[in-house]
C-alpha cells in the first residue's frame, strides 16, 4: 500500500524557504504586522470559537501531511470562510509556527507566512459572504478560494522578488504556476468540505 | 513533510542533547537564527553550524531522516538560488543565501529531533498570552488524534475502492470537524470547571543541568567566532 504520510510538496503561498534569506529588518515588520493581528483577533475572538479555532489549526497542520498531487493544501480558505477574517489570524499562526519548529518553513518567516496566509482567509471569507447568496455556498467556497489563493500566488513571487531585491520575472513563470496549480486542488477540497459541512452544521457555513 | 519521524524519533530516543532543556535549546536557536540574518560572511553562516553538525552526531540523529526532511525546503532553497544567478545577483551573496538556509535547516531540525514536540510546543505556549496558549494546548491535543483519525479514513476509503481526491478529502475534513468538535468542547468545558483560565504552566521547573551550560556554551562560541568573522 502507498504509504499515507509522505513527504509534501509545496503549499499554496506559504513561503518554504530556509531562515536567513530574508533581511532581519522584513523578518522584524512581518512579525510586528502579525503580532497585531493575531493579537487582535485573539483579543477580539468570542470564548465559544476557542474549539473550532483550535481544532481548525490540528486540522490544517494533518491535512499537510497528505500529500495531493505535487502539493499539500493549508485549507486557508476553509478557515477564513469558517471563522472570519479576524479569528484566522491566530488559527494560521499557530500553524505556521508548528510548521516553522519542525523545519518546514523558516522560524524568522512565521510572521511572512502568517500574513500571507492570513490575507488568504480575509480575503476568501469576503469574497464567500459576497457570492453565497447568488450561487450558492459551494460554488461560493471553490470560487473564493481558487480567486484569493490565485491572488497571493502572484503577490508571494512579488514578495521573494521584492526581498531578494531581483526582477520578479523569473518568479512568476516559475513560482506563480505551481501556487495557481495547487489553488486549482485546494479549492474543490474547500468547496465539497463548505458543501458537507452544510449539510451536518448549516450554523457554522452561514 | 514527514512529521511522524521526528514525533517518533524525539519522544523514543534518549541522547545527551534530549537532557538540554527545551527553553534552552529554544533560547539558543533563536540565538543562531538571529546571528546568521547579522552575519554577511558565508564561512561566518557555516561557523554557526557546528554546533549543530556536533550535537548531530554526538545525538546520532538518523541522517536519512534528516536528509528526507530537507529535501523540500533545500529543493526551494535551491530553485530561488539558481533563478537568482542569472539576474546577476554576486556568487558570494547566493553563497550566503546557502550557507544561512543550511544552517538554519540543521539547527531547527535537529532541536525538532532532540525535542519531544509536547516538551517544545508548551515551553512556547507557556510564553504566549492566555487564550492563544489555550488554543495552542488544544490544536497540540487535536493534532495526533487528527493525523491518525484522517490516515483511519483514507485507508478506509481506499479500502473501499475510493480514490482519495478532492470531493472525499473535502467530505473527510468536514467529517472529522464535525467529529472532533464535540469531544474538544466537553475537555473545554471540562477544564473550565476545574478553574482552568488558559495559563500555561510547565509540568517541572528549568533546573539547568551541565548539559544545558555546555549547550548554550557551545552555542555562544560559535556566535562569538561567526560574527568576529563578519557582520
Given amino acids: 500500500m502507498v504509504p499515507i504520510i509522505e513527504p509534501g510538496g509545496r503549499a499554496i503561498a506559504h513561503v518554504h524557504l530556509p531562515d536567513g534569506m530574508i533581511p532581519l529588518r522584513w523578518c522584524a515588520l512581518c512579525y510586528g504586522l502579525a503580532g497585531s493581528v493575531v493579537a487582535l483577533g485573539i483579543y477580539k475572538m468570542p470564548r465559544e ?115 531578494v531585491g531581483r526582477s520578479p520575472y523569473y518568479f512568476l513563470i516559475t513560482l506563480t504556476p505551481s501556487w495557481i496549480l495547487t489553488a486549482a486542488i485546494e479549492a474543490p477540497i474547500t468547496a465539497s468540505a463548505v458543501a458537507a459541512l452544510e449539510r451536518m452544521t448549516p450554523e457554522w457555513v452561514r | 513533510m514527514r512529521v511522524e519521524e521526528i514525533l517518533e524519533w524525539s519522544l523514543t530516543a534518549n541522547t545527551a542533547l534530549h537532557r538540554v532543556d527545551p527553553a534552552t535549546k529554544l533560547g539558543c536557536l533563536s540565538a543562531t537564527l538571529l546571528a546568521l540574518l547579522l552575519v554577511r560572511d558565508p564561512w561566518g553562516a557555516l561557523l554557526l553550524s557546528l554546533p549543530y553538525l556536533i550535537g548531530a552526531l554526538a545525538a546520532r540523529v538518523p541522517w536519512g531522516s534528516m536528509a528526507r526532511l530537507s529535501v523540500v525546503p533545500l529543493g526551494f532553497l535551491g530553485a530561488i ?83 482519495p481526491g478532492p470531493r472525499l478529502i473535502g467530505v473527510l475534513v468536514a467529517t472529522l470537524l464535525a467529529r472532533s468538535h464535540e469531544s474538544a468542547r ?46
Avoid: K
Fill in chain 1, 49 to 163: 470559537r476557542l474549539v473550532p479555532a483550535g481544532l481548525l489549526a490540528g486540522l490544517s497542520f494533518a491535512l499537510m501531511q497528505v500529500p495531493i498531487l505535487h502539493a499539500h493544501i493549508n485549507l486557508t480558505g476553509l478557515i477564513g470562510i469558517l471563522m472570519g477574517p479576524l479569528a484566522s489570524a491566530p488559527i494560521v499562526f499557530l500553524v505556521n509556527l508548528a510548521c516553522g519548529l519542525l523545519g518546514h518553513g523558516g522560524i524568522t518567516l512565521v510572521g511572512l507566512n502568517t500574513l500571507l496566509n492570513w490575507s488568504e482567509c480575509a480575503g476568501a471569507w469576503a469574497l464567500y459572504r459576497a457570492l453565497r447568496g447568488a450561487i450558492g455556498a459551494r460554488l461560493a467556497a471553490g470560487i473564493a478560494t481558487f480567486t484569493v489563493l490565485s491572488t497571493t500566488a502572484l503577490v508571494a513571487a512579488l514578495i521573494v522578488a521584492r526581498v
Fill in chain 2, 81 to 163: 538560488l539558481a533563478l537568482m544567478l542569472p539576474t546577476g545577483v554576486p556568487a558570494r551573496e547566493v553563497a550566503l543565501y546557502a550557507a544561512r538556509g543550511f544552517t538554519a535547516l540543521l539547527a531547527t531540525l535537529l532541536v525538532a529531533f532532540t525535542t519531544p514536540f509536547n516538551a517544545l510546543w508548551s515551553s512556547i505556549a507557556s510564553l504566549m498570552p492566555g487564550r492563544l496558549a489555550e488554543m495552542a494546548l488544544l490544536f497540540h491535543r487535536s493534532l495526533y488524534g487528527m493525523i491518525d483519525d484522517l490516515n483511519g479514513l483514507l485507508r478506509a476509503a481506499r479500502m473501499r475502492g475510493a480514490r
Fill in chain 2, 186 to 231: 466537553r475537555l473545554m468545558a471540562s477544564l473550565e470547571v476545574r478553574g482552568a483560565r488558559g495559563r500555561v504552566r510547565p509540568l517541572r521547573r528549568p533546573r539547568p543541568s551541565r548539559e544545558d551550560a555546555a549547550w548554550t556554551l557551545l552555542t555562544l562560541l560559535s556566535i562569538a567566532l561567526a560574527l568576529l568573522r563578519g557582520v
